[in-house]
């Protein structure tokens, strides 16, 4: 399916020392998404009109190699970091299950179905 990525705001992370922290986590999320509701409504949208896909560029500490994945849970760090080991590439792994994993960047993107009769008219809409 056809995804149309209206909007897309993103930001640095600056690394945990130590273990990853959810709060703050979150609350840095909780920003970005912010500015994502508000472009929708800019736009001239409601907030049913799109989606607001959360994916976060995470590496092993001391890798250069990033990978972007979906946040997929701000909770439970487990599920949170289970997209980025199922998709670490057989090089960029490491035997030490333990090695830390830091965040560095967020990302939300505002998505439409260019399908649907509004997600199609949303990019299309002049401003």
């Keep these: 399916m056809a995804r149309l990525i209206l909007h897309e705001f993103s930001a ?3 690394p945990d020392f130590g273990e990853i922290d959810l709060d703050r986590l979150r609350r840095a999320v909780a920003v970005l998404m912010e500015k994502g509701a508000q472009a929708i409504q800019v736009d001239g949208y409601e907030q049913d009109d799109a989606e607001l896909d959360r994916l976060m560029v995470v590496r092993f500490r001391g890798e250069n190699r990033t990978i972007t994945i979906p946040i ?3 909770t439970d760090l487990d599920r949170l970091l289970a997209p980025f080991h199922a998709a670490a590439p057989p ?3 490491h035997s030490d299950s333990s090695r830390h994993v ?3 960047g967020l990302v ?6 260019p399908d649907d009769p509004l997600g199609g008219t949303i990019g299309r809409q002049s401003r």
């Design 102 to 104: 830091e965040i560095v």
């Design 12 to 14: 640095d992370y600056i």
């Design 91 to 93: 090089q960029v792994r």
């Design 108 to 113: 939300v993107q505002v998505i439409a179905d």
């Design 72 to 74: 997929e849970s701000l």
